[in-house]
């Protein structure tokens, strides 16, 4: 069947309200998609599939306390911890960075890759990665990469949301998001991990915090073999010791250093409709951007382009030229208004 086939076929059993047969051709439309390689498509249909099955099993009558109303409340209270779910198209040329952090990410999407082959072997799988570095330089995005390599969905949870909205009620909540996430094998994503150690500061109730770090900590440490929990940082030094090692690998995101520089102009410019309008000193060019975060490099790079592309309209030549005097204006300016020399 093609592609409009199904969807006429799902229109139809929907609007006549034959929840049998909608059933069965949307799970092979997703089948369909997962074949033709629309990978994420079909986890999106999928994931849809499931929340709405689950919300249908408890959307009848129930009694008070009953384990369907539970679950519902409990559906309810986690879809407010999650920031969102999502599927990525990212791969590992999306990410520039050190060839030792490379190397470190490639083995770890490899180990996911061959989790059989490990089982066969009795052999443990590194599940629990931690991203540490300054803002703008890539914690996000290589876990977009992670999920994009290995066409998982992820759930990105907002560990300030839930620890500063209601400490006591922290540690049930992170139980709840890890066991909905081995439920629907998604991708955990954990935001601003160091939160954890921030609240401690001002927080008179070392208890409950104890009690929340021992949460995750068991939490991690029986962590399904099968699941993955990724977490970013850019503090790391505010994370407990006895977290830290809970991890299987960190991977260092650090500012870029001159041909790290070069690599994400390249990366800018891939589609090859610009140029620069003269050929730039890579040294000088690196000294105007050190110290800047990948983010800010790319910001000011595009920044540029845009100004060139509005300066240049009316001719009509096929290749931009970026203005590369205005480039450096911008970096300059933006490591002002950051406070940098
Ligand atoms: N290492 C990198 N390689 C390529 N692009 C990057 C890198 N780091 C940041 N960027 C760009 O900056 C944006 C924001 O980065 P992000 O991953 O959110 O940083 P972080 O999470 O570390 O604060 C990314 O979406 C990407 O466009
Ligand atoms: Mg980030």
Known sequence: MSQQDYIKDIARFG?????????????????????????????????????SLRKQKNSSLQKVGSPSHYQNVQDRETDDLILEKLTSDYGLDNLVCTTSAKDKLVNFLEEHREIELLAKYQLPISNKLLLYGPSGCGKTLASYVIAGELQKMMIVVNLGAIVSSKLGETSKNLAKIFRRAAQEDCIIFIDEFDSLGKVR???????????????????????PQSSMVICASNQKEMLDDALLRRFDLAISLELPDQQQIQELIKLVLKEGQFTFDRKISMKQLFDSAQGLSYYGIQKTLINAIKRSLFAQK????????????????????????????
Not at 18 to 41: C, G, M, P, R
Not at 201 to 223: A, C, P, W
Not at 318 to 335: G, H, M, S
């Open 314 to 341: 009316h001719l009509r030549s096929t290749k931009l030229r970026i203005n590369t005097q205005a480039w450096n204006e911008l970096l300059k300016q933006e490591k002002e208004a950051l406070d940098l020399k």
């Open 201 to 223: 500061d001002y927080s008179q109730d070392h208890g409950e915090m104890k009690r929340v770090v021992n949460t995750i900590l068991q939490l991690f440490d029986y962590l």
């Open 15 to 51: 609007l006549e309200n034959d929840q049998e047969k909608l059933l069965t051709t949307l799970n092979e439309f997703i089948e369909h998609n997962k074949i033709s390689k629309k990978v994420n498509f079909a986890l999106q249909l999928q994931s849809l599939l499931k929340d």
